[in-house]
């Protein structure tokens, strides 16, 4: 009978004793500079981890329960949110020698990245660098999962695309996640991560993303002949899925690029993909802050309010319509969801100063 291995399993409450369990032997990272108030330093000992922490409340005596699992490594933790969102009121950030995917299961999250703010909810991501000084805050329910990377496993995983059987493997090369990974590989020290936002169209990210996560702890926990070529298979299909256009919206940040930025450049590409008919109701649903911020967020980039900025879009795509296509005007005007054709026909003189009718025949 095959000998089960025994996994390690420590609850602990406070953070000299969460350190003690990372330092063992059977945790896949280790704590350097743990007492620092300023800078950590997280080093993984394994190719590749997952870790998944759930918060089981927002208040000071809740738990976040945490799980971290490797090859033939595992162990179980627990440290009080008072704790912890002491560390981040603290200011007590961390690096790590990994490339980290953090992955918002299930509620939603503060990321602070060097010193800024950033709201992550569920079915979004982001991807850290070995560069940048970051830590979480948790104010409610949630599940999150980081992926820990190392480079060698990685630049092994962008290598095998090269004597791939399936043509369309290579595509990976044409990503801003490819570009991003060994930009910091071949030239490490810049201070940048990925932000990841679902596409509009991509209804249930939280739930794809669970899946494949489980899949992934399933492989780890539970191993068999061909394991390994297993997890492999997952986590490209999850850095697949991640880079698809029609799945995820993908934007590099760098240092100098501040939260309001980036809430902003989540607005623009999520009315690029709509054409500009999202409503205000829809945005705050998926970016998770009042129409009235996000309204002062576009003002702040734009003088405009936020309907009027994704009338730029919807103005646009019905000029290219009307240049590209043959698409009657009132099938255009229903296509941009406008019930009204005077209505449109109004919007798009004032922007392009002549009507449709006019701006067709001028533009073919």
């Known amino acids: 009978m095959e000998e089960k291995k025994k996994r390690e399993t420590t609850f602990v409450s406070n953070a000299s004793d969460m350190q003690k369990v990372l330092d063992s032997g059977a945790s896949s990272i280790n704590v350097r500079n743990g007492e620092s108030d300023f800078s950590r330093f997280y080093h993984m000992n394994v190719p590749f981890q997952l870790t998944l922490e759930y918060c089981d409340g927002g208040k000071p005596e809740d738990y976040v329960n945490i799980v971290t699992v490797s090859f033939e490594k595992a162990v179980l933790y627990q440290e009080a949110l008072s704790v912890k969102n002491y560390s981040y009121a603290e200011n007590a950030p961390h690096l790590h020698d990994f490339f980290e995917l953090v992955i918002v299961l299930r509620g939603t999250i503060t990321q602070k990245i060097e010193g800024r703010d950033y709201l992550y909810p569920a079915g979004s991501c982001c991807l850290?660098?070995?560069?940048?000084?970051?830590?979480?805050?948790?104010?409610?329910?949630?599940?999150?999962?980081?992926?820990?990377?190392?480079?060698?496993?990685?630049?092994?995983?962008?290598?095998?695309?090269?004597?791939?059987?399936?043509?369309?493997?290579?595509?990976?090369?044409?990503?801003?996640?490819?570009?991003?990974?060994?930009?910091?590989?071949?030239?490490?020290?810049?201070?940048?991560?990925?932000?990841?936002?679902?596409?509009?169209?991509?209804?249930?990210?939280?739930?794809?993303?669970?899946?494949?996560?489980?899949?992934?702890?399933?492989?780890?926990?539970?191993?068999?002949?061909?394991?390994?070529?297993?997890?492999?298979?997952?986590?490209?299909?999850?850095?697949?899925?991640?880079?698809?256009?029609?799945?995820?919206?993908c934007t590099t940040l760098r240092l100098d690029t501040n939260s309001d930025f980036l809430l902003f450049s989540r607005i623009t590409r999520l009315f690029e993909e709509s054409d500009g008919r999202m409503t205000r109701s829809e945005l705050e649903q998926l970016l998770h802050y009042s129409g009235d911020y996000l309204n002062r967020i576009v003002n702040k980039f734009t003088g405009m309010c936020l309907y009027d900025y994704g009338l730029t879009f919807c103005m646009k795509k019905a000029a290219q319509y009307l240049t590209e296509t043959s698409q009657s005007i009132s099938a255009i005007a229903a296509k941009l969801r406008f019930t009204n054709r005077t209505h449109f026909y109004a919007l798009f003189k004032e922007k392009y100063g002549v009507t449709p009718k006019e701006y067709r025949r001028m533009h073919t």
């Open 128 to 249: 850290i660098n070995r560069n940048l000084h970051h830590m979480e805050r948790y104010t409610s329910q949630c599940s999150v999962l980081f992926i820990g990377i190392s480079p060698d496993f990685i630049t092994t995983l962008f290598d095998s695309a090269q004597n791939a059987l399936f043509s369309s493997e290579k595509k990976i090369y044409d990503t801003i996640l490819y570009d991003f990974i060994t930009a910091d590989l071949t030239h490490p020290g810049e201070r940048a991560y990925l932000d990841f936002i679902p596409a509009y169209q991509n209804r249930m990210p939280a739930a794809r993303l669970h899946a494949i996560a489980e899949a992934m702890m399933q492989t780890l926990l539970f191993s068999s002949f061909g394991a390994s070529y297993q997890l492999c298979g997952q986590l490209c299909s999850l850095l697949s899925y991640l880079s698809a256009p029609s799945d995820y919206h």
